[in-house]
């Protein structure tokens, strides 16, 4: 990670809960999402679980785009993401993928807030196809299974422990 990065020098705590119950598919994505990809060990992972799958890195800070693209590189991965610094899901095209994962953040300053991950999670079901699903993790206390249920039409939890949860929302419609 980038110096002023979230989480700077280690992987946070969520994401290495989210690895450790990463989503399994009969089949392949068509193509997946890393929303907020930091780093972009999630992406890193879905590269090499689905090595035939496009994977776009999105993330609204620079530092983090530049880390994902180098920790492509250096795990032997140059090539297979397309990055783009944006804000949420702008400019990708509408039903255009099947898959997104997100560790979304929770805080705007400091306080806790679901302005942020409102506005990913309302960009990730706009992208997804129909049948389409979004994997978040989660801590705990925040509410966003009722939430993605609304805007979603199905959330389930797919994992949790004592601090954190992995939701699965699926577009319905």
């Known amino acids: 990670n980038n110096a002023n990065g979230f989480s700077f020098g280690k992987i ?3 994401t290495l ?3 450790d119950h990463f989503p399994r598919f009969k ?3 068509e193509k997946v ?3 907020g990809c930091g780093d972009g060990s999630l992406a890193l992972l879905a590269a090499e679980k689905w090595p035939e799958s496009p994977i776009i890195c999105v993330d609204n800070s620079y530092l983090a785009v530049d880390s994902a693209k180098e920790n492509f590189k250096i795990n032997g991965y140059e090539g297979r993401s397309e990055f783009k610094v944006t804000d949420c899901l702008t400019g990708i095209d509408a039903k255009s993928a099947d898959l997104i994962l997100c560790n979304p953040p929770f805080h705007e300053y400091h306080a806790v807030s679901m ?3 409102g506005r990913m999670f ?3 079901y706009r992208v997804l196809k129909s049948g389409g699903s979004l994997f978040i993790v989660k801590n705990k206390h925040l509410g966003y299974q009722s ?3 609304t805007l979603f039409g199905e959330c389930k939890t797919i994992a949790g422990n004592k ?3 992995i939701l699965k929302a699926v577009k319905v419609i």
Request: glycine share 8%; no cysteine.
């Open 147 to 149: 939430y993605l249920k």
């Open 115 to 117: 302005g942020v991950a």
């Open 12 to 14: 946070d705590f969520g």
């Open 33 to 35: 999402i890393d929303l």
């Open 17 to 19: 809960f989210f690895l």
């Open 27 to 29: 089949n392949q994505p």
């Open 122 to 124: 309302k960009d990730a």
């Open 163 to 165: 601090k954190y949860e």
